[in-house]
């Protein structure tokens, strides 16, 4: 019998996401650049419906036609030259798919090449690390839709499920599903950040010890804050090491790394002038976070405030952290979600946004019950500009955003930096000033460059000699 479908890249993801098919029904040929992740995973799955192969063109005519071969390889050049040791050996119709963290302008680029060949390709969107690929994924998958249903019965299949639904929706055309991701992982930072910031106010103002830190996220794990990364916090805060048996978190370095999606989402937003100021101060911080040795200088030398001891009654702060971070979240999934909207008004891409914050509550890092109602907003008005705007989140923001003033001037006041919480209030206050101070910064750029500017009470363009 040949197979059904082929998997290039055995690394965790890759291998994870074959044992997945497998378990799924699917006859999944592997193949890995190098032979000795091929006989690993064979070794220690035997009984699976996975067959190993360890060249190209043998790998190739194992699948049944059309071929569909799933790539999980590092994105960049190699995805390129897997690509270019496929395509001798394919034939009209054989689908390729990308599911590794490629930028979408480079899956829009190669599925062009790829078409003019008559060979389809997909860029696949893939969210739940190792976990996630193995028992149940979220998936966007972009290209043509008519190329996706091909694959749809596997996709669907191998996705998380999420009250029977599977975590796997078309999402547009050429590089679109890559897209989607790249956001996805911009909000993913965002999200984190203000957690990380959440728990420090907790721990250094409140003066809370870690365990019960980790029962307040476990508790605000059971309401409307309830996702993965909040219950993931609180397994974190109670690990303990092993050899020490201090708290894990406390021995760990703080320098942050990043993979590139996240600064991929700004440089997008800033190209094509989308706010997604959390998104990039939350990427800020981890590069900031790479300055160990200067920051501890810094420390010695540079002045803070002066802070006399205040009693802050434990109760009520701690809901106003909750309220403010359940704020800075609902900022940040409205930036996520403009860049979105706007991204695909550009490129007429028709992101089905109901859909998207739906497969994002199984599989995905930032699963959450908070999709839910990002899911109703857009179902209840689907040109929704902002999801600030949306009834619900009117009501939310009203009630909340004292809690995010409050906790923002309590750490400024403190000498703490809360980067993306306090980008959350900037954004939000910005956002619902009528009128601004941009019109000193036109008359400005029209002094020294004679920009021009728009007039209040009459139409047109208008340049005043400032002398």
């Not at 690394?11 to 699917?26: P, T």
């Not at 998936?139 to 191998?158: D, H, N, R, S, W």
Request: glycine fraction near 8%; include cysteine.
């Amino acid at each position: 019998m040949s197979n059904t479908i082929g998997v290039i890249g055995l690394g965790v993801m890759g291998s994870s996401i074959a044992l997945n098919m497998a378990s799924k029904g699917e006859q999944v040929a592997i193949y890995n650049y190098t032979r000795d992740l091929t006989d690993q995973l064979v070794k220690n799955h035997e009984d699976e419906q996975i067959r190993p192969y360890y060249d190209v063109e043998s790998f190739v005519q194992s699948l049944q036609s059309p071929r569909k071969i799933f790539l999980m390889v590092t994105a960049g050049a190699v995805v390129d030259t897997v690509i270019s040791s496929l395509v001798p050996y394919l034939e009209l119709g054989d689908i390729i798919m990308d599911g590794g963290n490629s930028n979408y302008e480079d899956t829009a680029r190669r599925y062009d090449e790829l078409k003019s060949k008559g060979i389809d390709y997909l860029g696949i969107g893939v969210s739940g690390g190792e976990e996630g690929a193995l028992k149940g994924p979220s998936l966007m998958p972009g290209g043509e839709k008519e190329v996706y249903e091909k694959v749809a019965p596997i996709l669907t299949k191998i996705a998380a499920q999420v009250e029977g639904d599977p975590c796997c929706v078309y999402i547009g055309p050429k590089g679109a599903g890559h897209f989607v991701k790249m956001v996805h992982n911009g909000i993913e930072y965002a999200d984190m950040q203000l957690i990380a910031e959440a728990y420090t106010f907790l721990r250094r103002k409140l003066h809370i010890p870690l365990h019960e830190i980790a029962d307040i996220f476990e508790e605000w794990n059971q309401g409307e804050l309830k996702s993965y990364l909040i219950e993931i916090t609180a397994d974190i805060l109670r690990k303990k090491d092993e050899k020490t048996g201090l708290p894990l978190v406390d021995l760990i370095l703080d320098k942050t790394g990043q993979n590139g999606t996240g600064k991929w989402t700004s440089i997008q937003a800033i190209d094509n002038g989308i706010p997604v100021s959390i998104i990039t101060e939350s990427l800020f911080a981890r590069y900031l976070s790479h300055a160990k040795e200067e920051r501890i200088y810094a420390g010695t030398v540079l002045a803070g405030p002066e802070i006399a001891e205040n009693d802050l009654e434990k109760k009520v702060w701690i809901e106003h952290v909750r309220q403010a971070l359940y704020m800075g979240k609902i900022c940040a999934y409205a930036q996520g979600f403009t860049q979105y909207k706007m991204t695909s008004e550009l490129n007429d891409w028709n992101l089905p946004l109901k859909d998207i914050s739906l497969i994002f509550r199984g599989g995905c890092i930032i699963r959450a019950e908070f999709l839910n109602t990002i899911s109703k907003a857009y179902a209840a008005q689907a040109t929704t500009a902002n999801l600030l705007v949306a009834p619900y989140f009117v009501g939310k923001t009203k009630d909340y955003q004292v809690g995010l003033r409050k906790v923002i001037a309590e750490s400024v006041m403190s000498g703490m930096s809360f980067p993306a919480l306090s980008a959350s209030l900037t954004y939000y206050d910005s956002y619902r000033t009528g009128q601004s101070s941009a019109n000193l910064l036109q008359a400005q750029r029209d002094y020294f460059g004679a920009h021009t500017y728009e007039r209040t009470d009459v139409k047109g363009s208008f340049h005043t000699d400032w002398k």
